[in-house]
């Protein structure tokens, strides 16, 4: 027990005992290091919490760039599908591209290979039918005066040869002989049109002279068919005095005028030419 010293001055009052003063120091000095133990505690606690804070705000940061590297990786595997997908297409493309060359190639390559062959059998047509032209003008000619002109013969049966009588379409014996020989000559002519084509000289009226054509022309027209010619490669046209063959009003010139030309085109030389 803790006592109190006494003193002789009944006056003074008792002062405590070194043994209360070492209790009171002690605990003052638990309490302190209390303080400084809660103090620290309180440090390292804030000190926590800032740690605890940087790793949130470090775990926020690196969750967000985990989140934009898995949006980029998701982005850029959709570009790579895109990619290999347009790939595809190009491939598939290329491809469909290489063949349609190809095929137009092969087409081109069989379109100028039958050009070809068409334009050799074109010249070798041409040519067998040059050379039948050539042979029927020079046996027409033997028989009367034949002409090439750029559409075929034209062959003149003037008055030396049809000798109609002024105003006349009628065929003499000696006329139906010449036109017989004629028609033996175009027998042997094949792929061939023929125009008959009547004339007359400058006396009467144009009207009347046109119908005295057309008569004569159909007159030779008719006995061609008559001698064995098809009717369907025989044409009639009448001129009347349009087209003189020669100038002139003597006996002589309109006897040449009252004529009968016969035109042959060859129809092979004429389809080549267009």
Same mark, same amino acid.
């Given at each position: 027990?803790?006592?109190l010293?006494?003193?002789?001055?009944?006056?003074?009052?008792?002062?405590?005992?070194?043994?209360?003063?070492?209790l009171?120091?002690?605990?003052?000095?638990?309490?302190?290091?209390?303080?400084?133990?809660?103090?620290?505690?309180? +440090?390292?606690?804030? %000190? $926590?919490?800032?740690?605890? *804070? !940087? &790793?949130?705000t470090? @775990?926020?940061?690196?969750? /967000?760039?985990?989140r934009q590297?898995?949006?980029?990786?998701?982005?850029?595997?959709?570009?790579?599908r895109?990619?290999?997908?347009?790939r595809?297409?190009?491939?598939? +493309?290329?491809?469909e %591209? $290489?063949?349609?060359?190809? *095929? !137009? &190639?092969?087409?081109? @390559?069989?379109a100028?290979? /039958?050009?070809t062959r068409?334009?050799?059998?074109?010249?070798?047509i041409r040519?067998?039918?040059?050379?039948?032209?050539?042979?029927l003008?020079?046996?027409?000619?033997?028989?009367?005066?034949?002409?090439r002109t750029?559409?075929?013969?034209?062959?003149?049966l003037?008055g030396?040869?049809?000798?109609?009588e002024?105003?006349k379409?009628?065929?003499?014996?000696?006329?139906?002989?010449?036109?017989?020989?004629i028609?033996?000559?175009?027998?042997?002519?094949?792929?061939?049109?023929?125009?008959?084509?009547?004339?007359?000289?400058?006396?009467?009226?144009?009207?009347?002279?046109?119908k005295?054509?057309?008569?004569?022309?159909?007159s030779?027209?008719?006995y061609?068919?008559?001698?064995?010619?098809s009717?369907e490669?025989?044409?009639?046209?009448?001129?009347?005095?349009?087209?003189?063959?020669?100038?002139?009003?003597?006996?002589?010139?309109?006897?040449?005028?009252?004529?009968?030309?016969l035109?042959?085109?060859?129809?092979?030389?004429?389809?080549?030419?267009?």
């Open positions: 027990m803790t006592s010293s006494l003193s002789d001055d009944p006056h003074e009052p008792p002062r405590p005992s070194r043994g209360l003063v070492g009171v120091i002690l605990l003052l000095a638990v309490v302190a290091a209390l303080g400084y133990l809660a103090y620290r505690s309180e +440090q390292r606690l804030q %000190a $926590v919490e800032r740690t605890m *804070a !940087a &790793v949130s470090r @775990t926020e940061a690196s969750a /967000t760039l985990a590297a898995m949006d980029r990786a998701v982005s850029s595997e959709a570009a790579a895109t990619a290999a997908e347009g595809q297409v190009a491939e598939a +493309q290329t491809a %591209a $290489v063949q349609q060359k190809d *095929a !137009a &190639v092969q087409e081109a @390559t069989t100028r290979e /039958t050009a068409a334009q050799a059998e074109a010249d070798a040519k067998k039918a040059e050379a039948e032209v050539n042979r003008q020079q046996a027409l000619g033997q028989i009367a005066e034949t002409r750029a559409l075929g013969l034209v062959m003149n003037g030396d040869h049809l000798k109609f002024f105003d379409a009628d065929l003499r014996p000696e006329d139906k002989e010449l036109l017989a020989r028609a033996g000559i175009l027998l042997t002519a094949h792929d061939y049109t023929i125009s008959v084509n009547g004339h007359t000289d400058d006396v009467g009226s144009d009207a009347y002279n046109q005295l054509s057309e008569r004569r022309a159909q030779v027209r008719n061609l068919v008559q001698a064995g010619l009717p490669i025989l044409s009639v046209e009448g001129h009347g005095k349009s087209l003189p063959l020669v100038k002139g009003t003597s006996d002589a010139a309109r006897a040449k005028n009252r004529r009968v030309e035109g042959l085109v060859n129809t092979q030389i004429r389809y080549l030419s267009r």
